[in-house]
Nanobody
Framework: VQVVESGGGSVQPGGSLRLSCVVSGFTLSRTILSWYSQPPGSMRGLVATIDSSGRQTSYADSVKGRFTISRDNAENTVYLQMDSLKPEDSSVYYC???????????WGQGTRVTVSS
C-alpha cells in the first residue's frame, strides 16, 4: 500500500491551495480517506473525511466553509481544496487511507503548508 501527498507550499493569507493524495494498494470502494493536520509542536488532528462513495463528508469546525474534500476513485486520488487560508492553517498535512473491511490504515509522508505574509 502507498499514500503520497503533494500540493503543499507557501501562500499569503486569503490565498488558496489544493492538496492531492494518490492512494495505491487499496480497494477504494471500501476505503475512507481523510486529511489530518499537525502544526509544529502539536498533535495530529482530523481536518476532513470523505466516505468511500464520496457522498458523505465531515470537517473540523475550524475549516468548515473554507476547505473542501473530494475524491476521484478512478484516479485513486483524494483532494483537499483549501480556500481563504489563515496563518493558523500553517501545518504539515497528512493523508490517511482506511480500509473499512479489513481495518488497515496507511499514512502519507505529509506535505507542508505555510500561510504567511
Amino acid at each position: 500500500v502507498q499514500v503520497v501527498e503533494s500540493g503543499g507550499g507557501s501562500v499569503q493569507p486569503g490565498g488558496s491551495l489544493r492538496l492531492s493524495c494518490v492512494v495505491s494498494g487499496f480497494t477504494l470502494s471500501r476505503t475512507i480517506l481523510s486529511w489530518y493536520s499537525q502544526p509544529p509542536g502539536s498533535m495530529r488532528g482530523l481536518v476532513a473525511t470523505i466516505d468511500s462513495s464520496g457522498r458523505q463528508t465531515s470537517y473540523a469546525d475550524s475549516v468548515k466553509g473554507r476547505f473542501t474534500i473530494s475524491r476521484d476513485n478512478a484516479e485513486n486520488t483524494v483532494y483537499l481544496q483549501m480556500d481563504s487560508l489563515k496563518p493558523e492553517d500553517s501545518s504539515v498535512y497528512y493523508c490517511q487511507a482506511r480500509d473499512t473491511y479489513y481495518g488497515y490504515t496507511a499514512w502519507g509522508q505529509g506535505t507542508r503548508v505555510t500561510v504567511s505574509s
